[in-house]
T-cell receptor
Framework: DAGVIQSPRHEVTEMGQEVTLRCKPI?????LFWYRQTMMRGLELLIY????????DSGMPEDRFSAKMPNASFSTLKIQPSEPRDSAVYFC?????????????FGPGTRLTVL | QQQVKQSPQSLIVQKGGISIINCAYE??????FPWYQQFPGKGPALLIA?????SEKKEGRFTISFNKSAKQFSLHIMDSQPGDSATYFC???????????FGEGTQLTVNP
């Protein structure tokens, strides 16, 4: 299995631009999570989906952030417009909610720099 | 009540020594406690996990000790090696839902 795939791995953009991060979960997994990691705030859950439906988006910072999961094999996290304080590493993780421990498997992350 | 408090923030251990990282929680509905290991430039990866029906779980050099009454759990790394140098996160999850609550992380450095 290829694991969770994220693209791009690095993104550098200018303030005000739209940024789209992409995630392909592990095949067969039915839960998908978007996290943000910074030195100041650690690892924060932004939103998660079960069976492509958003369940908890309370961690989404503000309306500039949006996430979609149009099908079981693809999700996007969009920031529009981006700001320097959005600079962070964004991780996608997936799990199979029907398994005993519902272990989350993380992708390699996207390092976002907003200038 | 959803927080998981982790300490220390950083830890330096000599090769062969024991590394101990502690976590505490408040929410008694938590019933699954995993530890994740993260190397620079990589995503966190599950290292070991425990449920509150046991007080200890051991996998190789890694042991979780769990104290339900104190609402605390800890990770012990025996015979620490330089390759163990990484950031370690404890986490907890409730009986319902899939959401993990993570601790702040501990940066472990094992000197040769």
């Amino acid at each position: 299995d290829a694991g969770v795939i994220q693209s791009p791995r690095h993104e550098v953009t200018e303030m005000g631009q739209e940024v789209t991060l992409r995630c392909k979960p592990i095949s067969g997994h039915n839960s998908l999570f978007w996290y943000r990691q910074t030195m100041m705030r650690g690892l924060e859950l932004l939103i998660y989906f079960n069976n492509n439906v958003p369940i908890d988006d309370s961690g989404m910072p503000e309306d500039r952030f949006s996430a979609k999961m149009p099908n079981a094999s693809f999700s996007t996290l969009k920031i529009q417009p981006s700001e320097p304080r959005d600079s962070a590493v964004y991780f996608c993780a997936s799990s199979f909610a029907g398994s005993r421990y519902n272990e989350q498997f993380f992708g390699p992350g996207t390092r976002l720099t907003v200038l | 009540q959803q927080q998981v408090k982790q300490s220390p923030q950083s830890l330096i251990v000599q090769k062969g020594g024991i590394s101990i990282i502690n976590c505490a929680y408040e929410n008694t509905a938590f019933d699954y406690f995993p530890w994740y290991q993260q190397f620079p430039g990589k995503g966190p990866a599950l290292l070991i996990a425990i449920r509150p029906d046991v007080s200890e779980k051991k996998e190789g050099r890694f042991t979780i000790s769990f104290n339900k009454s104190a609402k605390q759990f800890s990770l012990h790394i025996m015979d620490s090696q330089p390759g163990d140098s990484a950031t370690y996160f404890c986490a907890a999850r409730g009986t319902s839902g899939s959401r993990l609550t993570f601790g702040e992380g501990t940066q472990l450095t094992v000197n040769p």
